[in-house]
């Protein structure tokens, strides 16, 4: 069903606030498209979405249609990781070089698992710069990993791993299990739970994915960082976010970047993971409840990948609020507040908001095409209107879905 604000799919009526919250995310913005999807008590209570997929041929964004999300890969590298450690193949307080002793150059064999999804590993970015053929080639980035000198002692601090931290994590789920991260998503989550969920998505498939637009807020914060940048210090976090040459400020043009088919089709899993709403909150819904194919994490497990491992000012100064990281997993904080204090998940460029509260049996997934930058009010007013929600199970306790649908 659509309203006449041009707005599709079905939602919960406790949740009709949430709807109208995502509605307004579209006012003035007619080049935007986006999707929602909530589950509760593993049931799919909302499932929205609008606008239009591209806005050079005004395609409309359906009920199939996936786009990048951006840095919401990590949390599920992370869940991925998580899901090791429950069954026994690996711990967080194992030293990477245990399964990839190639890591160990330069100083770098006390970092932990934990380390490094806690953004601890001293690797965020290449200390040369990268060019988008060799940010392709698997081995060439994890090579290159492996043998750099650390930028800062692992383990005294943190810096966010833009890029990096998916070829961290994607190696290490490569060692132990013999599986590109891609086929092991595919394997052990997005198969099972019949979720739109991938990371390398091949050309001829491509079809259905959202082109990505930079909005004005995102174009003026990258003028601003090259207008105050010093052509004589190098800046970390930025190279983290382009790799020198590989990738654009904003990470996408209308014809480079994230919306390369190349990018689009390569394992990308620090940034390039490409989802619908619904098939990720469900991925997010199976880390907390049970479904048919798949069994929630074990408590003990999420309770330590929850853990605050890296809180506080970064190793490379920037303003207050900061994030909070637990195990790859993005915690409630001032930067990003959740539901409750509890919830757990990961934010990803432009916008993408993705996440779970196990004490109140929720997830939610946001995503976009139209990436903002600054004090972006979309998913926080969404995220805000889910706090005021009746979370009760109404009486006939149905929600749109079973949890699987992706």
Not at 217 to 242: F, K
Not at 273 to 302: F, K, N, Y
């Amino acid at each position: 069903m659509s309203d006449a604000n041009g707005i599709h799919g079905s939602a919960d009526e406790r949740f009709a606030s949430v709807r109208d919250a995502f509605a307004a995310a579209f006012a003035g913005r007619p080049r935007m498209g986006a999707a929602l999807a909530v589950h509760h008590q593993g049931e799919l209570v909302v499932d929205l979405w609008g606008g239009v997929a591209d806005a050079r041929d005004s395609t409309p964004w359906t009920r199939d249609t996936s786009t990048v999300v951006f840095s919401c890969t990590k949390g599920i590298m992370s869940i991925l990781i998580a899901r090791l450690v429950e069954a026994g193949r690996l711990d967080y307080e194992t030293p990477i070089t245990d399964v990839w002793p190639e890591f160990s150059a330069h100083g770098k064999g006390g970092i932990t698992v934990g380390d490094a999804l806690a953004h601890r590993a001293g690797v965020s970015a290449p200390r040369r710069s990268v060019s988008l053929e060799e940010a392709l080639d698997w081995d060439i980035m994890t090579g290159l990993l492996a043998g750099q000198e650390p930028l800062w002692e692992p383990g005294s601090g943190y810096a966010y791993h833009a890029l990096t931290h998916g070829w961290i994590t994607g190696e290490i789920i490569r060692r132990v299990t013999g599986k590109m991260p891609g086929e092991y998503l595919a394997e052990t989550l997005a198969g099972p739970l019949g979720a739109e969920l991938r990371v390398g998505v091949p050309v001829d498939e491509q079809s259905n994915i959202a082109h990505l637009e930079a909005g004005e807020s995102l174009r003026e914060l990258v003028q601003m960082q090259i207008a105050a940048a010093d052509p004589g210090v190098m800046d970390w976090p930025n190279h983290a976010m382009t790799l020198g040459e590989a990738f654009p400020q904003e990470l996408v043009s209308p014809s480079s970047g994230f919306n390369r088919s190349d990018v689009r089709a390569g394992s990308f899993p620090g940034a390039g993971g490409i989802a619908t709403a619904r098939g990720l909150s469900a991925a997010w819904s199976s880390v907390i409840h049970d479904t048919a194919t798949t069994r929630r994490l074990d408590p003990t497990v999420l309770k330590r990948a929850t853990e605050a491992g890296s809180e506080g000012s970064p190793v490379f100064p920037a303003p207050a609020p900061w994030p909070r990281w637990g195990a790859g997993f993005q915690l409630d904080s001032e930067a990003r507040h959740y539901v409750s204090a509890d919830g757990f998940g990961h934010d990803g460029a432009g916008g993408q908001v993705s996440f779970a509260e196990p004490d109140l049996g929720l997830s939610i997934a946001f995503v976009t095409n139209w990436m903002e930058a600054g004090d972006d009010q979309r998913a926080t007013r969404i995220v805000d209107e889910l706090r005021n929600a009746d979370l009760r199970i109404g009486t006939s306790g149905l929600g749109l879905s079973h949890p699987s649908s992706g």
